[in-house]
């Protein structure tokens, strides 16, 4: 059957992360209206996109001490995730204030069931393409994750808010019904606590995790601030940066890492995002911020799939499940924190100069990435080196 070879499932697996994605920035997007019309204050706008942070965070953790991927048909779990957050965002408009923030918590614990869980399926399915696989999947997370700003002329923020969840929800039937776990489908590690402490006192590990650290610092706090950047700029366009860009970064940072390995490819992609990020001070109120936009959204993410890759191939195998996991959801910690600080800094400096906050996690993210090749070669060569 055509729907259990490798290119189907990959295309079926890439639809539900954007399907299923979209409700990640949902609430985020209309916050000026939720402003308006619930009176909530800037703190409280803020964590509405906070709190999905911390709820994947809590939920990568959590399924992994729990093994859920393995008690679970992965299937499954995707779509009971979809279908979660999809229930906490049909109940969003009608909540009220005082709910909102629970609500998105609870959708962003959902979604640490739907992308986790769909690179694992797409690894059963491209052992040896990982990072072109990945790349793919990542791509799709970002279509998702930008679907809000183009839903965002819908009409009123409650239709957003519907529409995204509505869409979350048909990926739950295409999960449960068509999507399967390859071949080189694999129990996960057992979740041990105790590996984290070897994991801080292993070089390679610990500079993987810096540079995805550095990674993490800029990528959600310039997705989640970008509209209110371009409008206060008066130029470029969320989407076709977020959505259009990201998704072309996505896929040639997974390919130029099956080619050129795992750490060259996070360098250099953190390394022209933190200089996009410089350079936009510069290319303010001119035509060239447009275009200078659109590179760093596909920088910005072309790494992003490449850091779980890079990880796996330096923890010990027997603890990988673990590893990924810490990295992951300490990653979405450090998110949450530009995410708040980027806008209190935009009240004091602008949103010209304020993004320059961003350039820092990528610059030292890069400096970190420099030196993972060496770690890890003293203990195998082929090391976040080619698969």
């Known amino acids: ?74 299937q499954v779990l995707v779509a009971a995730g979809s279908a979660l957050g999809a229930a906490a965002t049909f109940a969003f408009p009608s909540a009220g204030s005082a709910a909102a923030a629970p609500l998105r918590f609870i959708t962003g614990f959902a979604l640490a069931a739907v992308y986790p869980v769909g690179m694992k399926i797409v690894v059963s399915w491209f052992p040896r393409q990982r990072g072109t696989a990945l790349g793919v999947l990542v791509g799709a997370l970002t279509l998702g994750s930008a679907l809000p700003s183009l839903l965002g002329g819908a009409g009123h923020w409650r239709i957003v808010l519907v529409i995204a969840a509505a869409l979350a929800l048909l990926a739950a039937p295409i999960a449960l019904t068509l999507v399967r776990p390859g071949p080189d489908w694999r129990p996960s590690p057992p979740w041990e606590p105790r590996y984290l402490l070897r994991m801080a006192r292993d070089r390679a590990q610990r ?111 027997r603890y990988a499940g673990t590893a990924l996991t810490a990295m992951t959801a300490a990653g979405f910690v450090v998110s949450a924190i530009t995410i708040q600080l980027l806008p209190l800094l935009a009240d004091l400096t602008g949103w010209r100069d304020a993004v320059t906050l961003l350039s820092i996690g990528p610059l030292l993210g890069a400096v970190a990435m420099v030196s993972v090749r060496a770690a890890a070669g003293a203990r195998t060569p082929r090391s976040t080196g080619r698969p």
């Open 1 to 74: 059957m055509i729907l259990r070879r490798r290119g189907p499932q990959l295309a079926l697996v890439a639809l539900v992360q954007v399907l299923a994605m979209s409700l990640w920035f949902s609430a985020s997007t209309v916050v000026p209206a939720l402003r308006a019309e619930w009176g909530l204050s800037r703190q409280a706008g803020i964590l509405l996109t906070i709190t999905v942070q911390l709820g994947f965070a809590t939920g990568a953790v959590v399924s992994a001490a729990v093994n859920l991927a393995d008690r679970t048909r992965p």
């Open 207 to 317: 500079l993987v995790c810096l540079g995805y650290f550095g990674h993490m610092w800029e990528l959600y706090a310039l997705w989640a601030w970008l509209p209110s950047y371009v409008a206060a700029a008066g130029d470029g366009d969320t989407f076709a940066t977020i959505g259009v860009a990201g998704v072309a970064g996505a896929l040639l940072g997974g390919v130029l890492a099956d080619r050129f390995g795992r750490a060259a490819v996070t360098t250099g992609a953190m390394l022209t995002s933190a200089a996009c990020g410089l350079l936009s001070v510069a290319a303010w109120g001119t035509p060239l911020l447009a275009p200078l936009l659109l590179v760093w959204g596909a920088a910005v993410i072309a790494d992003s799939a490449q850091f779980s890759a890079a990880l796996s191939e330096v923890a010990d195998p």
